[in-house]
């Protein structure tokens, strides 16, 4: 996990790789974490994702769902500030959340869409946010929660997502790969 300080704020990343093969028309998903988040003074803030793959089988012209849900779970504690916690999810390309490995070709960040039904996105909604810690036009919003200075919980929400083909021209048959990146942002 990295660490970033903007002013009265901590946000932590945790990384979801996305692999989508468009070969025999199969996606996987792969979360990777990058190690416990350091404490700042008695505060902290960490974001967990499981599991390291998600798998989502393609069909040209169709929308295709993922195997199995991402599980994201966000802790904190003693934080200096009341306020919302919000969490993100975002590619740093609108125009290329996902790159065929053997082509030039891409799935948009407007046709990968994501679903937390515990959190701001109830019904699946693309990654088209501009947010303030991720990439213009590839954000989605996953969470917004008041919390309390000093206070501290834990909670797991699930992510679930989509790929929709139906408005792009036919993508080669390729493996078609990203990384989905998640960030917290407290007071």
């Not at 093969?21 to 974490?33: H, R």
């Not at 849900?69 to 290329?96: D, E, K, Q, R, V």
């Not at 036919?170 to 917290?184: E, R, V």
Request: glycine share 8%.
């Amino acid at each position: 996990m990295r660490l970033n300080w903007p002013i009265c704020s901590k946000t932590i990343f945790a990384w979801v790789m996305l692999g989508y093969p468009i070969a025999a028309l199969g996606q996987a998903v792969k979360v990777t974490q990058r190690g416990a988040a350091p404490n700042i003074g008695a505060s902290s803030l960490t974001v967990s994702a499981t599991p390291a793959t998600v798998n989502i089988d393609l069909t040209a012209k169709k929308e295709s769902s993922g195997s199995n849900p991402i599980n994201i779970t966000t802790t904190y504690s003693n934080l200096t500030l009341s306020g919302n916690l919000s969490l993100y999810a975002f590619f740093i390309s609108a125009n290329a959340a996902l790159t065929g490995t053997l082509s030039p070709s891409a799935i948009p960040s407007s046709s990968v869409f994501g679903q937390m039904t515990t959190g701001v996105p109830t019904s699946y909604m693309a990654f088209t946010q501009t947010s303030p810690v991720g990439g213009a036009g590839a954000s989605l919003k996953l969470l917004s929660q008041h919390v309390l200075a000093g206070a501290g919980t834990s909670r797991t929400d699930v992510l679930n997502l989509r790929i929709d083909l139906t408005n792009l021209p036919q993508l080669p048959a390729d493996t078609y790969t990203g990384t989905l990146i998640l960030q917290a942002q407290a007071p």
